[in-house]
């Protein structure tokens, strides 16, 4: 199956510092990246959709002032928590879907911290 | 997207056959089925996918009603690397950009030797 990564998978910050979590199709053109967010013993919600070269669409409840979101290339999205708090703390996951494919494909989460 | 409705927990015994069910009683005539597990601390991993007709591939087996309104997801041999939380979502599928999956509870499966 197609590959997706994200980095970093770990980061810890102070609160008010912004972080950007980088997510990459390796092997496939991502028309259409997720972003979404898990909590602990929680399932994932969904934060945000984006398509290459265009606005993303953030699902209800979401900041977009607070969580930016940059898909500039078809292999790349970037997700940038800016002035991060200790409950923004979460597991971050993307997902990448190809063009005329229907399956969605997930990287491997990143861990953020705020302290 | 039609909702499902997954048991919160099931245990299985190593080497034996993992009957995950899902009930999906307002799915729609164009809406897939769609399973996906996700170990601890990882992201989510694609298992299996259909609409009406049975399907199986190398990891799992999928079991869909004539009337659509439930499914079970099979692992024939389950090991301790089976050991994760199971998604069942049910979807329209559509080339067009957007729709993406939306992940309900799941279900815990404990894999024990």
């Known amino acids: 199956g197609a590959v997706v990564s994200q980095h970093p998978s770990r980061v810890i910050c102070k609160s008010g510092t912004s972080v950007k979590i980088e997510c990459r199709s390796l092997?496939?053109?991502?028309?259409?990246m997720f972003w979404y967010r898990q909590f602990p013993k929680q399932s994932l919600m969904l934060m945000a959709t984006?398509?290459?070269?265009?606005?993303?669409?953030?699902e209800q409840g979401v900041e977009k002032d607070k969580f930016l979101i940059n898909h500039a290339s078809l292999t790349l999205s970037t997700l940038t928590v800016t002035s991060a708090h200790p409950e923004d703390s979460s597991f971050y996951i993307c997902?990448?879907?190809?063009?005329?494919?229907?399956?969605?494909?997930f990287g491997p989460g990143t861990r953020l911290t705020v302290l | 997207d039609a909702k499902t409705t997954q048991p919160p927990s099931m245990d299985c015994a190593e080497g034996r056959a993992a009957n995950l069910p899902c009930n999906h009683s307002?799915?729609?005539?164009?809406?897939?089925v769609y399973w996906y597990r996700q170990i601890h601390s990882q992201g989510p991993q694609y298992i299996i996918h259909?609409?009406?007709n049975n399907e199986t591939n190398e990891m799992a087996s999928l079991i869909i009603t004539e009337d659509r309104k439930s499914s079970t997801l099979i692992l024939p041999h389950a090991t301790l690397r089976d050991t994760a939380v199971y998604y069942c979502?049910?979807?329209?599928?559509?080339?067009?950009?957007?729709?993406?999956?939306?992940f309900g509870k799941g279900t815990t499966l404990s894999v024990s030797s």
């Open positions: 307002t799915i729609s005539g164009n809406e897939y």
């Open positions: 092997d496939f053109q991502a028309t259409t």
């Open positions: 259909g609409l009406k």
């Open positions: 984006s398509n290459e070269g265009s606005k993303a669409t953030y």
């Open positions: 979502i049910v979807r329209v599928d559509s080339n067009q950009a957007g729709t993406a999956l939306i």
């Open positions: 997902s990448a879907r190809g063009q005329g494919h229907n399956e969605q494909f």
